[in-house]
């Protein structure tokens, strides 16, 4: 099902990257490496990205990249964290947008509800490590290698 974001985004994007750029030095995200019961990851599809990602977004003027986190799952895929998200790891993402960094965190202590969000995540799945989505993004496959198969962290997204 297409929305009118996946024929809107590619071409506001760069209008968006600007404005980043011009308001901001540096730019900063989080993602949420959400662990369930059963050892699967939580996935998000976006409706203007293509393949698989972890749950994450842009961290606001005055919020940590903690409370961050935390939002950006409760929005994306419902997911309300009970304990304080576990830093795992610091990115530079340079390849795509220089001066952008991405922090990823752990969480395995939450329930879930209601996305707050939509429109923007086309579809929520749990996968088990060793069997992610065939279109699942590169960055996502090398965080999940580094958090469930020991694969020394990458400091490039």
């Known amino acids: 099902m297409t929305n009118w974001r996946q024929h809107v985004e590619p071409f506001s994007r760069p209008f968006f990257f600007l404005w980043s750029r011009l308001t901001r ?3 900063l995200g989080v993602r949420g490496v959400a662990v369930d019961g059963e050892g699967r990851v939580l996935l998000v599809k976006h409706t203007y ?8 977004g842009g961290v606001d ?10 939002r950006e799952l409760r929005e994306e895929a419902g997911l ?3 304990g304080e998200p576990i830093l795992l790891s610091v990115h530079s993402n340079e390849r795509f947008f220089p001066g952008d ?4 965190f752990r ?3 939450f329930d879930m509800s209601e996305r707050t969000s939509h429109g923007e995540i086309a579809e929520i799945g749990w996968f088990h490590p060793d069997a992610l989505p065939e279109d699942t993004h590169r960055a996502t496959r090398a965080r999940i290698e580094e958090v469930f198969k020991g694969r020394v962290v990458d400091v490039f997204w």
């Open 25 to 27: 030095g540096k730019t």
């Open 49 to 56: 990205l293509a393949g698989w990602w972890l749950p994450g």
């Open 61 to 70: 003027k005055g919020e940590t990249t903690q409370a961050a986190v935390v």
């Open 80 to 82: 309300i964290a009970r």
């Open 101 to 104: 960094h991405v922090v990823v």
């Open 107 to 109: 969480i395995d202590d």
